[in-house]
Nanobody, 124 residues
């Protein structure tokens, strides 16, 4: 059974940092792009960051560019999202996803596997 399990979410004050992790089990995703999406209450799930299969290419939503960094460790089958300078508007459930493409992808439809999400709450 393929699983993506996120961890590292929590409550943090504005300006603080969190590091999310997503570990895959059941298969490896070393040839697949990975992404982070987020969904705030009452809003649609939106793209946050993506990384290509080998980490050579990344892309970010404008709202997180310069503050978030996506990375991966294929030896550990894990992808990370370092979030700095957090703002209250970053509050959301953050989801890890694996694409069926190798290159970085920003569309939800291009992702096949999804984690259950981890809550990030930023207080003002």
């Amino acid at each position: 059974q393929v699983q993506l399990v996120e961890s590292g979410g929590g409550l943090v004050q504005a300006g603080g940092s969190l590091r999310l992790s997503c570990t895959a089990s059941g298969r490896t995703f070393n040839s697949n792009a990975m992404g982070w999406f987020r969904q705030a209450p009452g809003k649609e799930r939106e793209f946050a960051a993506t990384i290509s299969w080998n980490g050579g290419s990344t892309d970010y939503a404008d709202s997180v560019k310069g503050r978030f960094t996506i990375s991966r460790d294929n030896a550990k089958n894990t992808v990370y999202l370092q979030m700095n300078s957090l703002k209250p508007e970053d509050t959301a459930v953050y989801y890890c996803a694996a694409s069926f493409f190798a290159g970085s992808r920003i569309r939800r439809e291009e992702y096949t596997y999804w984690g259950q999400g981890t809550q990030v709450t930023v207080s003002s």
